[in-house]
């Protein structure tokens, strides 16, 4: 064999090699993230409130227990943690870690913290609460609590909580398959245009200025943008095909549409601009 030839298949051998370890080293990266629980998500994030609620603590990771305790300097063990079994009181100011643990053999969730100050809010702090139904997988907006602040409120309003005037946000997001008027349906449907229909959603925004009455925010002065974890019957798991996904809305009759965009780690993200009923839809596109 002449030296060119054999330069040649040498060459060719260990770009071979290369190859093959690349991907194996893509395969044993992808095989890891699949491999872990996702992190539990706290029904009421970390901050100020001026009374008592109750924590609820969820995982999308089936078959998994969530842990938690009332500390944020105990590391994790099962026998110092509490197994999660229901909503945990939160009466006085605390600091709550969370870790949801698999029955199988995928890796624990990360922790996940959050602290609470019950009746000590500093004036002009704004507040914000989540109220989740049964099968509503959203989790919290991403807006800043100022942003919170202009979307929910008038001029006026705003300058009050600028004075000392505490201001509490609370979103509410409910399944509403049993809740949505055939009126409704009729609606969506004759907006489909070919889409698959997921679930309906009431999302509906209230607001409370100091100690005084709850009121329902019906137009935000701009939207909240919200995340939310994919349901598992709206899950791609067909590689050769693209899946986009749109947030339907129906107001005063009429159905609007706001985007959904996928972010890296599979979320999806979308803007709600009413308190109403939604409906999440999808439709599938061969991948180029």
């Avoid at 002449?2 to 990266?29: D, E, P, Q, R, Y």
Wanted: with cysteine; aromatic share 12%.
């Amino acid at each position: 064999m002449n030296k060119k030839k054999f330069f040649s298949k040498l060459l060719s051998v260990v770009l071979t090699i290369v190859t093959v370890a690349v991907m194996s080293a893509g395969n044993i990266k992808t095989t890891k993230a699949a491999e872990r629980v996702e992190n539990p998500v706290f029904s009421v994030v970390g901050g100020y409130y001026d009374t008592a609620f109750a924590l609820t603590i969820t995982c999308s990771t089936p078959y998994t227990d969530i842990y938690y305790i009332a500390d944020d300097t105990t590391p994790f063990s099962r026998d110092a943690w509490d197994l999660y079994t229901g909503p945990i009181a939160i009466a006085t100011n605390c600091t709550i870690q969370a870790i949801a643990i698999s029955r199988g053999t995928m890796e624990g969730s990360e922790i996940v913290k959050h602290s609470y100050n019950i009746g000590s809010m500093p004036a002009g702090y704004v507040s914000w609460k989540m109220v989740l139904g049964e099968n509503t997988p959203i989790a919290v907006p991403t807006n800043s609590p100022t942003n919170l602040k202009y979307s929910v409120t008038t001029t006026d309003e705003w300058n009050q909580v600028d004075k000392g005037i505490n201001l509490t946000i609370t979103m509410e997001v409910k399944n509403a398959a049993l809740t949505v008027t055939e009126a409704q349906k009729q609606l969506f449907a004759n907006a489909l245009n070919g889409r698959t229909l997921v679930q309906y959603y009431d999302i509906n925004l209230y607001k409370r200025m100091g100690l005084g009455v709850t009121t329902k925010v019906l137009n935000p002065n701009s939207p909240l943008n919200l995340i939310m974890v994919v349901p598992l019957e709206a899950f791609n798991t067909n590689i050769s095909v693209l899946r986009i996904y749109t947030m339907l809305y129906e107001y005063n009759g009429a159905i609007y549409s706001s985007p959904v965009f996928t972010t890296p780690e599979g979320f999806l993200w979308y803007n709600a601009p009413k308190s109403t009923t939604y409906a999440l839809v999808y439709q599938d596109y061969p991948m180029p």
